[in-house]
């Protein structure tokens, strides 16, 4: 009996690699670990108290990184107000996701953000209410739920407008270097932010196009891209 509980526990990990889902690996190897432990443990001449180690040692590594992949899933602590961005990245794992909102920080309105000219410090996302897009001698109101210093991000050059946040508006900013250390470290995180600030600009673009039938104000606010 028990030399079939030894083959059946290794037949069981080597299923294990059969997946390519992380969580689903891990978990079939947890249960690899504590079939080959009971083995160790009911063994003539047992219990093998150095393999016994070696599988406790495994199976709490695995144990531990089912729990991360688990929370890694899972949509807990994502502040509602974050989830518009969320659904726009579309591809990014709530892990993912939360470790893109602990690279920034918050500002809520009034507050200055950009100076045409200059090179911004930071990339910001516009939450809920409006800013102000100062350009050509021009004031309009953009937002929510754009980018603001996508150009300068993308080009490493300067802002083409000046830019402040409207009192009661709350926008999400990340530092330049810090974010580019960040997307350098995740793919994922790289590819989701600069597809959807592409997508982003594509849309400001299209509305450039607008017909006169469409109220120019917003048009021209929506196209703006600094």
């Excluded at 030399?3 to 889902?21: E, G, P, S, T, Y």
């Excluded at 309105?109 to 930071?122: D, N, S, V, W």
């Excluded at 830019?163 to 530092?175: I, K, P, Q, S, Y």
């Excluded at 995740?186 to 600009?201: K, P, S, T, V």
Aim: proline fraction near 4%; glycine fraction near 8%; hydrophobic fraction near 50%.
């Amino acid at each position: 009996m028990s030399l079939v509980l030894f083959h059946l526990a290794n037949a069981i990990a080597f299923l294990a690699f059969l997946f390519r889902d992380q969580l689903y690996l891990r978990a079939i190897t947890v249960v690899s670990m504590v079939l080959q432990s009971v083995y160790y443990f009911t063994i003539v001449g047992g219990p093998l108290y150095n393999p016994l180690f070696w599988k406790a040692v495994t199976f709490l590594l695995n144990a531990g990184m089912i729990v991360l992949l688990f929370r890694d899933r899972i949509g807990y602590g994502i502040d509602p107000r974050t989830r518009p961005l969320y659904d726009q990245l579309e591809v990014l794992s709530y892990g993912q996701f939360r470790r893109l909102l602990a690279a920034g920080r918050r500002i809520d309105g009034p507050a200055a953000l950009i100076e045409e000219g200059k090179r911004p410090g930071a990339l910001y996302f516009v939450l809920s209410g409006e800013a102000e897009v100062r350009k050509n001698g021009e004031t309009l109101a953009v937002g929510p739920h754009i980018f603001l210093g996508e150009i300068a991000f993308l080009t490493g050059g300067t802002a083409s407008a000046s830019v402040r946040l409207a009192e009661d508006a709350h926008c999400l900013a990340w530092d330049v270097a810090a974010l580019r250390t960040l997307m350098a470290k995740e793919r994922a995180i790289d590819i989701a932010l600069r597809g959807l600030m592409n997508r982003d600009l594509a849309a400001k673009t299209a509305r450039s196009a607008l017909g006169p039938s469409v109220d120019r104000r917003k048009a021209a606010g929506d196209q703006i891209a600094v």
